[in-house]
């Protein structure tokens, strides 16, 4: 048995009844009890801590170079979701956030190093703790 469950085993039945009771409802076919991960808003969860999702490291590693502000800033908005999990993650993205500005667009050296830096940085997310709370 696993453990962070409680010594006192809680029912299915029990786990139905109390959001009934509260005037909440839940769907079923959404719901998993007892799972050693979980995927949720593009992270995976489970006793190691919260990481980022594989899925979304492979969209970031394999972004082709942009071309235009539009796809740049599609990929600063991917890579924001997780600056949480990158050192220094401001400094990295500076030069392509200025990029990203109203006409000021143009690919050149710099640029390519830092957008290959981030996407290095992306794909070594560490692992974050989850609190213990017992």
Known sequence: MNHIWPPQPVTISGCRKLPLE?????????????????????????EDG??????????????????????????LGLTDYYRKF???????????????QKDAFNWGPDAEAAFVKL?????????LALPDFL
């Open 50 to 75: 919260v990481e980022v999702d594989p899925s979304k490291i492979k969209t970031m590693v394999e972004s082709p170079t942009p071309k235009h502000v539009w796809a740049l800033r599609g990929f």
């Open 86 to 100: 990158v050192k220094d993650y401001e400094n990295i993205n500076a030069p392509l956030k200025t990029l990203s």
């Open 22 to 46: 509260n005037s909440l409802f839940v769907k079923e076919s959404k719901c998993s009890f007892g799972q050693p991960r979980v995927e949720y808003l593009g992270h995976i969860i489970s």
């Open 119 to 127: 996407k290095d940085a992306m794909t070594s997310a560490p692992v």
